[in-house]
């Protein structure tokens, strides 16, 4: 049985940082391209950040220079490094993974639609 299971949410002021952790099961991971998404309430799931199988990083421009996707394919986890957090970053966060050999802008667009996703942990950034 498949498991993504995030952590790491949590509410921060402007500027501050947070690192989301996605513990993955049930997966051969090296062979999976893996990523985040967020979804504000009333608007359009949005691609964050993937990983794919050459572990080549992918980011959403509204993210470039500030967050940092990264993976420990020994334990099975995969992070989101987040910094310099705005208020526009408010979001309920996914980790999400996908066997089919996604990369680039294809899977920062299709993210949000893997095979398989976390329940995920909501991230608040006040101003």
């Known amino acids: 049985q498949v498991q993504l299971t995030e952590s790491g949410g949590g509410s921060v002021q402007s500027g501050g940082s947070l690192r989301l952790s996605c513990v993955v099961s049930g997966i051969t991971y090296d062979r999976y391209c893996m990523g985040w998404f967020r979804q504000i309430p009333g608007k359009e799931r949005e691609g964050v950040a993937t990983?794919?199988?050459?572990?080549?990083?992918t980011y959403a421009e509204s993210v470039k220079g500030r967050f940092t996707i990264s993976h420990d394919n020994s334990r099975k986890l995969l992070y989101l490094q987040m910094t310099n957090l705005k208020p526009e970053d408010t979001a309920l966060y996914y980790c999400?993974?996908?066997?089919?050999?996604?990369?680039?802008?294809?899977?920062?667009?299709?993210?949000?639609?893997?095979?398989?996703r976390g329940q995920g942990t909501q991230v608040t950034v006040s101003s």
């Open positions: 990983i794919d199988t050459t572990g080549t990083a």
């Open positions: 999400a993974a996908d066997s089919l050999p996604y990369g680039g802008s294809a899977s920062l667009k299709l993210v949000p639609v893997f095979g398989f």
